[in-house]
Structure formats: structure tokens, C-alpha cells
Nanobody, 123 residues
Framework: QVQLVESGGGLVQAGGSLRLSCAAL????????MGWSRQAPGKERELVAA???????YYADSVKGRFTISRDNAKNTVYLQMNSLKPEDTAVYYC?????????????????WGQGTQVTVSS
């Protein structure tokens, strides 16, 4: 089992930046692939970024070039740096963990989830 705790959400103007953090408590973080997903009101949850144990990354087309996922295995933490934010990025962002070295682009492959952190981008 691994417990995930997100932080760093908030209100930002369009064009601004935010960095989300997700601290993992429990088993060996370095052997887990991690991801960030989001869910906007009335929309399905989508995976926006994922990172393997070795650092290979995946990005959804909607955030490619604006968001960067990274991890610090020494701190058991994964980050999502969000730049050039748009109002359509407004959502609750969730950290996700998968007990595999390799990431997956499917939400169904992630068994561990944080409680979520709200990101609101004003126009």
C-alpha cells in the first residue's frame, strides 16, 4: 500500500504557473510509476501526465509543451509543473500510483490515488 498526499493547488490567472506536489507514504516509491490526472466539473477524469521509475514521461496532447512531470525518489515526491495555464485547465488534480516500473496511459492501471487538489485558472 502507498498513501498519496497532494499539495500546491490554488487560484491563478491565465498564463500563470503552479507546481503541484505529491508525497508518497509507505512502500518503496522508486519502484512505482506515477501519474497526474484531472477531473473538471461534468467531465470524465483524464490522465494528463505520467512518469516511469526511470524518468520516462507521458503527456496528454492537451498539456504537452506546457506541463512537466518529474520525480525525486530521495524525497518520495512527484511534481507537476504547470505553465501557461488556461481556464480549461481548471479541475481537481489527482496524484496516482502504479506498482510497476513502467507508466501506463490508462487510468484503470493506477491503483493508488490521492485526495485531489483544486486548480482554478481565471480568465
Amino acid at each position: 500500500q502507498v498513501q498519496l498526499v497532494e499539495s500546491g493547488g490554488g487560484l491563478v490567472q491565465a498564463g500563470g504557473s503552479l507546481r503541484l506536489s505529491c508525497a508518497a507514504l509507505g512502500r518503496t516509491f522508486s519502484s512505482y510509476a506515477m501519474g497526474w490526472s484531472r477531473q473538471a466539473p461534468g467531465k470524465e477524469r483524464e490522465l494528463v501526465a505520467a512518469i516511469s521509475s526511470g524518468g520516462s514521461a507521458y503527456y496528454a496532447d492537451s498539456v504537452k509543451g506546457r506541463f512537466t512531470i518529474s520525480r525525486d525518489n530521495a524525497k518520495n515526491t512527484v511534481y507537476l509543473q504547470m505553465n501557461s495555464l488556461k481556464p480549461e485547465d481548471t479541475a481537481v488534480y489527482y496524484c496516482a500510483g502504479r506498482s510497476s516500473y513502467h507508466y501506463s496511459s490508462s487510468l484503470n492501471d493506477y491503483a493508488y490515488w490521492g485526495q485531489g487538489t483544486q486548480v482554478t485558472v481565471s480568465s
